[in-house]
């Protein structure tokens, strides 16, 4: 029975160490376009996972951040 029960007890207290270890981060590449406010055109949502419509939109410069 003793032997039986040190067993969980060495699962629990792995599982839980091993859950307590902190998850990698992900960097999220982002697009950043150099808007000037107030710019011409017009950006749309349809709603749900529509992408953004833009039409007529003014950039003056694209930046891909890491």
């Given at each position: 029975?003793?032997?039986?029960?040190?067993?969980?007890?060495?699962a629990?207290?792995?599982?839980?160490?091993?859950?307590?270890?902190?998850?990698?981060?992900?960097?999220?590449?982002?697009?950043?376009?150099?808007?000037?406010?107030p710019?011409?055109?017009t950006?749309?949502?349809?709603?749900?996972?529509?992408?953004?419509?833009?039409?007529?939109?003014?950039?003056?410069?694209?930046?891909?951040?890491?």
């Amino acid at each position: 029975m003793k032997k039986w029960f040190f067993s969980v007890l060495v699962a629990v207290v792995a599982t839980i160490g091993v859950l307590s270890l902190p998850a990698p981060g992900h960097a999220i590449p982002t697009l950043d376009f150099g808007i000037v406010a107030p710019t011409t055109g017009t950006i749309s949502f349809a709603g749900g996972i529509a992408p953004l419509i833009g039409t007529g939109i003014s950039v003056d410069n694209v930046v891909g951040l890491d």
